[in-house]
């Protein structure tokens, strides 16, 4: 069968049986009118749309992701304790962020399915990179703390608004509301 319109209708009907959309015989019988008599065996099985990715892939990518989460948690967990290590992390997380920022574009620009995850990682490491400056070299200063944080959200916010990404807008703008409410609570 060289006519791709028989194919497609033909894995249509295949799909209809397997899936118990039609009853059997009324398949049987399209099928041996679409076929005119001859074998179906030679079409292609239809894909059904959970196994459009490989399940190799899909674990890999999985074990990327989980990874990733736990290199960044480990990171985060000696950066916050260990205080000698303090510049040199600093300039590690940095260049994490901007790494994972890069790979997040990327992907986005690919559609990819990860990329809203290598954003929130990529955010994070900035945020938490942001306030162990603040509270290594301004301890004790709320302002720079104040300014630092206001500073993270309207990135967020303007990334969100730039990048259409609903998550880093409502982020961004929660984040600043409550700064502005936590300043106004505090002059009372």
């Known amino acids: 069968m060289t006519n791709p319109r028989k194919k497609i209708i033909l894995n249509e009907i295949l799909f209809w049986k397997q899936n118990k959309l039609l009853p059997e015989h009324y398949c049987d019988f399209l099928a041996a009118l679409y076929t005119e008599g001859a074998d179906i065996e030679e079409l292609e099985p239809v894909q059904h749309p959970k196994q459009a990715i490989l399940p ?10 989980v990874g990733l989460c736990i290199a960044i948690m480990a990171v985060l967990v000696i950066y916050f304790t260990i205080k000698s290590l303090t510049l ?29 995850i290598f954003h929130l990682l990529a955010a994070i490491l900035l945020f938490s990179m942001s306030i162990r400056i603040c509270t290594t070299y301004f301890s004790g200063n ?4 104040f300014c630092l944080i206001a500073a993270n959200c309207m990135i967020w916010l303007w990334s969100g608004i730039k990048m ?10 929660l984040g600043l509301l409550a700064l502005i409410g936590y300043y106004i609570i505090s002059l009372s």
Do not use: D
């Open 142 to 145: 709320n302002i720079v703390l």
């Open 56 to 65: 190799s892939e899909k674990r890999r990518m999985v074990l990327l992701v």
């Open 164 to 173: 259409k990404l609903f998550y880093f807008t409502i982020s961004g703008a």
């Open 88 to 116: 040199i992390l600093t300039v590690a997380v940095g260049i994490g962020a901007c790494m994972l920022f890069i790979t997040a574009w990327q992907m986005a620009r690919n559609k990819h399915l990860l990329a809203p």
